[in-house]
């Protein structure tokens, strides 16, 4: 199994940015479609972005041309560029990983993917 572990995440004016790690341990993260998730406290999990093992990329609307999902397989890392930040963005920013045999494929409900970080809190102040 692959263990996530998130890092990067603080407290940061709006308009300001944040870069977010997932740094993946026990199996090579090559092999997994990896996204990115948010949950604000009585809210459901949403996603955010994913990158497919080709590199492929998908992302909610609330984000897209703010955020950039990217992956480093030499490194075992995923990241997440997050820029114009927003009090909405506010939230505990979650990684996860699906092992997938296609290239191609992206995942965007929390339903498909098996392993999961325990989370980073990104807090933007207004």
């Known amino acids: 199994q692959v263990q996530l572990v998130e890092s990067g995440g603080g407290l940061v004016q709006a308009g300001g940015s944040l870069r977010l790690s997932c740094t993946a341990s026990?199996?090579?993260?090559?092999?997994?479609?990896v996204g990115w998730f948010r949950q604000s406290p009585g809210k459901e999990r949403d996603f955010v972005a994913a990158?497919?093992?080709?590199?492929?990329?998908v992302y909610a609307d609330s984000v897209k041309g703010r955020v950039t999902i990217s992956r480093d397989n030499a490194k075992n890392t995923g990241y997440l560029q997050m820029n114009s930040l927003k009090s909405e963005d506010t939230a505990v920013y979650y990684c996860?990983?699906?092992?997938?045999?296609?290239?191609?494929?992206?995942?965007?409900?929390?339903?498909?993917?098996?392993?999961w970080g325990q989370g980073t809190q990104v807090t933007v102040s207004s």
């Open positions: 990158i497919s093992r080709s590199g492929g990329t």
């Open positions: 996860a990983a699906d092992r997938v045999s296609l290239p191609v494929l992206v995942r965007t409900t929390p339903n498909d993917y098996d392993f």
């Open positions: 026990g199996r090579t993260l090559s092999s997994y479609v």
